[in-house]
């Protein structure tokens, strides 16, 4: 799968070997810088890196990065998902929700079919239709994540007993 996790853009030039090897070095190099920010921030309590940057530096990254990877590259995957996070953490719920999207039908791809990391992704994108009230994907989006936490977990946890009591509340 490794050539589907560093998938190129598709165009009638392909990027030379180069280009992809410095935009690799870009991608890992804003990734560290991202997590240092982000230690920053919760260190000092927003004070020294507003999120509205680090959102920026999410999206000035996605952007750069979008000209040579393809969506479902994992450099860009792990970037979406700091955006999501960012975004989740200010309670944009639309900005969320739509990285999520992007995000969901790679992780299927890349993890097995009952990987824990796709029924999170799944039961945060049930939550954000939900509190968008769109009820029929969030339904959908959190039947998806029961039914893969009921494999991993066994279909007796607590843990998907409260996720169907959520269901039922809403």
């Given at each position: 799968?490794?050539k589907?996790?560093?998938e190129?853009?598709?165009?009638?030039?392909p990027p030379?070997a180069?280009?992809?090897k410095?935009?690799?070095?870009?991608?890992?190099?804003?990734?560290e810088?991202f997590?240092?920010?982000?230690h920053?921030k919760y260190?000092?309590c927003?004070?020294?890196?507003p999120?509205?940057e680090?959102l920026e530096?999410?999206?000035l990254?996605l952007?750069?990065?979008?000209?040579?990877f393809?969506?479902?590259?994992?450099?860009m995957?792990?970037m979406?998902?700091q955006?999501?996070?960012v975004c989740?953490?200010?309670?944009?719920?639309?900005?969320?929700?739509?990285?999520g999207?992007?995000?969901?039908?790679p992780y299927?791809?890349?993890y097995?079919?009952?990987?824990?990391?796709?029924a999170?992704?799944?039961?945060?994108?049930?939550?954000?239709?939900?509190?968008?009230?769109?009820?029929?994907?969030?339904?959908?989006?959190l039947?998806?994540a029961?039914?893969?936490?009921?494999v991993a977990h066994g279909?007796?946890h607590?843990?998907i007993s409260e996720?169907?009591?959520e269901l039922?509340?809403h």
């Amino acid at each position: 799968q490794d050539k589907e996790k560093l998938e190129i853009c598709k165009l009638n030039d392909p990027p030379s070997a180069e280009t992809i090897k410095d935009m690799i070095k870009y991608a890992r190099n804003v990734i560290e810088e991202f997590r240092r920010a982000k230690h920053y921030k919760y260190i000092l309590c927003l004070t020294l890196i507003p999120l509205v940057e680090l959102l920026e530096i999410c999206e000035l990254s996605l952007d750069k990065m979008g000209a040579v990877f393809e969506d479902s590259n994992v450099y860009m995957l792990h970037m979406m998902y700091q955006a999501m996070g960012v975004c989740l953490y200010v309670q944009d719920w639309e900005g969320a929700l739509c990285y999520g999207q992007k995000i969901i039908r790679p992780y299927s791809k890349h993890y097995p079919s009952y990987s824990l990391n796709v029924a999170s992704m799944w039961l945060k994108l049930g939550r954000l239709y939900m509190a968008l009230k769109n009820r029929t994907a969030g339904v959908k989006a959190l039947k998806r994540a029961i039914a893969i936490m009921e494999v991993a977990h066994g279909k007796d946890h607590p843990y998907i007993s409260e996720i169907k009591k959520e269901l039922e509340d809403h």
